[in-house]
């Protein structure tokens, strides 16, 4: 006996997050023996025919979601963004060079600390001081001239904020963490040198993370780095050095083929839009809730909000968890609210939170 | 309608690799939602009170199983063993010093290769003279007096050969890559100063890998390092540093529940030497078949064999896959035939296969 979608609740997690249910019965369908196989994905080689066709599957589908030139490299990695945050240093920023980040929230700092450890870091751009309440402007950013490369954090899951489009950079290597908005709408590969999200937000579950990666960077990374953080390596053996996460894998490429069958990106962001301007127009309705972001900054993957007092958003979070309105407490660094609203979030589950906000505040107001 | 076990295959591949079918029903049983807990294992939060259940569950299992002592951590990493060879040079040889390396197979030899772009790395031993036919022996180790640890590979899964007991290193930390023994037989923890393995042989599905580390050697963890590739921050963390691959440690979890089911260690060991002994003596009958390893170096895990000619051996790989049993064909650095049966694999399929190789001789021999 298996357990049944009646059984499920909303899911508001920063990450890992909600999946699409289609794609949870195909994996559950298929768990003892994929069909025409006799094993389950948990145990095949990751040097079979079958699991190839898997990852080259995944590949394509992930390519025609974004549009990716054909100059560019997917990758499927380990480690997380945490990992990236080394692997791009150790890779692509030469000794005497110099990287520049934009600190636009907790992970954008975390990923210039370890850069730090590597090479020069210049941080072009802060908006520390406003509590990572907004985006750093165009106009901010002081960027090193003959940068190794720009790097930015698209989203920033425990802030709420998120850029509405790419900063200009000149001639510099943008580098992008997509990590928590990777998918959630169209993206301009051909602008980006090196895009990376660990894929358990809006891509599939925990262990595996994506890089998009164009070529010619590839020539950065040197042959005295450790094997397994050699972006060259992993290009040329197609993210089979050595035994990928197979699962994760074939999660994600069902996850893409879902995504596709949604209709693509431009259509999930639609959706996405929809489902944030209803929480967004609650939150502004009459006070009593407050937004933290700077309105021109908001997310649409992590909607971040008070209430007048801690107490308040207690009880606020215990109530909603008790109605199975889960995953709604703001991160343990910065408090409030948080309700993460990714690509396979439903939008019932949306205004379920819509009614209860509005039930709470005549309640508690 | 979910796949049935009817419809199952013998796996003798190498790793990834079979899994129990107990385990396989309750991860598909549970897929959409863990009972009580309204979403998938897949969905779920790492900093979820279900998961840090989950989580010391492993752990305890894992202690229990080996009889861990108590100044020993378990971290659960990703990156698989090929990440290991270069974090634990990075993380416990010290500049200047020396760390010792056995040389008894291809992965032994890929962990010296990325140790030597650390520090000083000595091969006090190896059997490459001897196509890794055999495990070195203690009268060969030219062991490096003060040296910061020393290197072992328990398990050659390539070449089918396996430590019969642990060598003497006198005070010197010693570092086992068990990657394909792990688990497969009681193993002394407290002789060793650190223990990894990836998962995906006999503890579970590719994604996660164990690291078992005495706590002192935490301390030669330098802040100057990678933050993911830092043994003391992922110990510190409890191994939630940053997001870990949930699943595939719910997983292991489930495998180590049913290790304990099948009555732990030394019970499972009893199954594999049985399960060994059949196909070695099938191997031995007529000469028709020759073990590549020599006798007292042969692997309970991967039983490596040859046939007269190539093209027998093709003709047995297509004939064994057709009659479904699967994975046969040896790694495609050394040829042959190799069967690889793990705690997972069952003593059913050993006598398929005794029972094909029998047939197959009668037809060709």
Same mark, same amino acid.
């Given at each position: ?78 480690g997380g963004a945490s990992t990236q945050f ?24 975390k990923?210039? +600390? /370890?850069?730090?450890? @590597? $090479?020069?870091?210049?941080? &072009?751009?802060? #908006?520390?001081? %406003?509590?990572?309440? !907004? ?28 850029? +509405? /489009?790419?900063?200009? @950079? $000149?001639?510099?290597?943008? &580098?992008?963490? #997509?990590?928590? %908005?990777?998918?959630? !709408? ?180």
């Amino acid at each position: 006996m298996t357990t049944s979608i009646s059984t499920r609740i909303h899911n508001f997690a920063a990450g890992p997050a909600v999946l699409p249910v289609s794609v949870l019965e195909q994996i559950q369908r298929d768990l003892l023996a994929l069909p025409g196989v006799g094993m389950s994905i948990l145990e095949i080689s990751h040097r079979s025919k079958t699991f190839e066709a898997i990852l080259a599957k995944a590949d394509a589908d992930i390519r025609a979601l974004a549009g990716i030139p054909p100059n560019y490299k997917v990758l499927f990695l380990q480690g997380g963004a945490s990992t990236q945050f080394s692997m791009v240093p150790m890779n692509i920023l030469a000794p005497g060079a110099t990287a520049d980040y934009i600190d636009s929230g907790s992970w954008a700092e975390k990923a210039a +600390k /370890e850069a730090k450890k @590597v $090479g020069n870091v210049s941080i &072009v751009a802060s #908006t520390k001081g %406003d509590n990572y309440a !907004r985006i750093p402007r165009q106009s901010e950013l002081k960027l090193t001239r003959g940068a190794a490369y720009v790097h930015m954090t698209s989203n920033n899951t425990i802030e709420g904020t998120e850029f +509405k /489009e790419l900063p200009e @950079v $000149g001639d510099a290597p943008l &580098v992008n963490d #997509t990590s928590s %908005d990777m998918f959630s !709408r169209p993206i301009d590969i051909a602008k980006h040198a090196l895009v990376y999200a660990g894929a358990q937000k809006n891509m599939g579950p925990a262990g595996v993370t994506i890089v998009i990666i164009r070529e010619d960077l590839l020539q950065r990374s040197q042959k005295t780095l450790p094997t397994m953080l050699n972006y060259a390596v992993h290009a040329e053996n197609n993210s089979l050095y050595n035994t990928p996460p197979v699962f994760s894998i074939y999660a994600v490429g069902l996850v893409m083929q879902w995504l596709r069958d949604q209709g693509g990106l431009a259509a999930i962001a639609r959706v996405n839009e929809r489902k944030a301007a209803a929480l967004y127009a609650e939150i502004d309705r009459t006070g009593f809730y407050r937004g933290t972001a700077q309105k021109d900054s908001r997310s649409l993957m992590n909607v971040t909000f008070r209430l007048a007092t801690e107490e308040l958003e207690s009880k606020f979070v215990k109530e909603a968890t008790a109605a199975g309105l889960d995953g709604l407490k703001g991160h343990r660094a910065v408090g409030g609210m948080r309700a993460s609203i990714y690509n396979a979030f439903p939008e019932a589950g949306v205004g379920a939170l819509v009614s209860f906000m509005q039930e709470f505040e005549r309640k508690n107001g």
